[in-house]
């Protein structure tokens, strides 16, 4: 597809799915690194009690294990730092002139606002969320005449297996990042919600959503300002994606979590540009005084 009818498909849609953009190889590297950890899909907390409070989960490394609830399923928070495949996954050549192209990195330039890993199992869902008619500044989106984008977040969210009926798949309601209405399930009192933390049900269930279908390997481009979430994974087994969300480098990492001079010393300096695009700034030692 030419950039122009892409454009065109993006702004029109918010969304875009890329065919085959991860090798098989890579695959294979990235779900033998998930079975080797699966210990920590089973258990990601420190105790029963942390459990029982949804607090405190363990680390590999500096990464994260995390939930939000249960049926959201394990995120692996920071994936960045699980081995080269997932440095790889920084700038892949697949998709990163699109999201440098609709951030705009030439005037914003380009972060990560978040990566993650997430497995989830026979239940697991995601409520709705996000739409057009949040005031967020992530979830902007604009394209002017000129061709100039400014794009405030876009999430890259990589099938490491194949989703489709009943495996949980990302849903979306085309085109709500340019609607002003509110969808019917983020709407309390005439007021917009940025989530629905109300019905507890399924983004499935929800008004216009359309099930996105991919093969191992495949991957969805989109905005964050489109409404989204998941549908209920009815089929046994489990869910494995990767998620990476980019915005200009203006945006704060979500969870602030540490880079590891390791991971620091091995990127290249594209890689960097983009982790650390905003370096820390820090006086001189008394040696270089």
Known sequence: MDQKLRDYLFDLQGYLVLEKAIAPSDLAIINQWIDDHWEYVENPWTTEEDKRLRDRFRWIGNIQTHTYNMENGVNFQNIIEGGAVFERLIDHPSWVNMVRRYVNSEVNGLSIHENFLNVRGEGGYIHIHCGGHVPLSYLTFRQENTGEWMVGQINVLMALDDIGTGDGSLVLVPGSHNCTEIHPRLEVDGKGLVY?????????????????????????????????????????????????????????????????????????????????PIRPLRPPTANSA
């Open 196 to 276: 629905d933390g109300i019905t507890g049900l399924p983004a499935g269930t929800a008004f216009a959503t359309k099930e996105v279908y991919l093969k191992a390997g495949d991957v969805v481009l989109f905005t964050d300002a489109i409404t989204h979430g998941s549908a209920k994974r009815t089929n046994p087994g489990y869910r494995r994606t990767i998620v990476y969300r980019y915005s200009p480098r203006f945006v704060r990492e979500r969870f602030n979590l540490p880079h590891s001079e390791e991971l620091l010393s091995r990127l290249t300096p594209a890689q960097l540009e983009i982790i650390e």
